[in-house]
């Protein structure tokens, strides 16, 4: 489990510069209407890509299938919110995802991130009444939360879908559970493989140099 965050364009002109910004690193369209190549550019700007209207999503990947919640605007990820969310969410997309078919009491390994709000004792007893093992990892092995690897999915189907219109923030979040859908759907055997490959990211996190660095992952 994991949140990520999405900035969408306030106005029509940030728009364009987003989207000249999603072409990619090597050909942008120049202003005059020729291309242009990387090098002629001044180049994107990763400061842009982290202004605009905020848009906050936490999801839970699981057995192949990515849930998301989106929160309110000016939400942030909190110990409350957090706890409420592990009580009450979390056994819907349990239930969805690998309870359906067999005992509600499964157990199901939990891997996060180690921010203060998630570890508290009562996301931890909501854990327990749930039978989620939560898994402790080192800080420092950021390969070991495979929801990365689901949000860069879903980030990729948002570039490919990306209107060439002014986007509201209701209709970015149609488009985003679209784009979720998608690859739940196209990407499902992708998603389950990396839900059950713990035991590889690990041991190539522990030969990484240095040990717990950056992986293929």
Known sequence: ??????????????????????????????????????????????????????????????AGVLFVQVLKPKEVMNTERYDWLVSNIFPLWLEGAVRGCGSRRAKVYLVQDHEKCLWSEDARAAMEDENIELLDFPKCSQDLNPIEVAWREVKARLNETMPTHFETRQQFIRRMRLAVAWVNKNRASYLKAICTSQKEWARD????????GRTKH
């Open 1 to 62: 489990t994991d949140g990520t965050t999405f900035y969408l364009a306030r106005t029509a002109e940030e728009l364009e510069d987003r989207q000249r910004l999603a072409l990619g690193q090597y050909v942008w369209r120049a202003a005059n209407g020729h291309d242009a190549l990387f090098e002629d550019c001044v180049g994107p700007s990763c400061y842009a890509k982290s202004q605009g209207t905020v848009v906050r999503i936490w999801g839970l990947l699981v």
């Open 205 to 212: 996190c522990l030969r990484a140099s240095p040990p717990g």
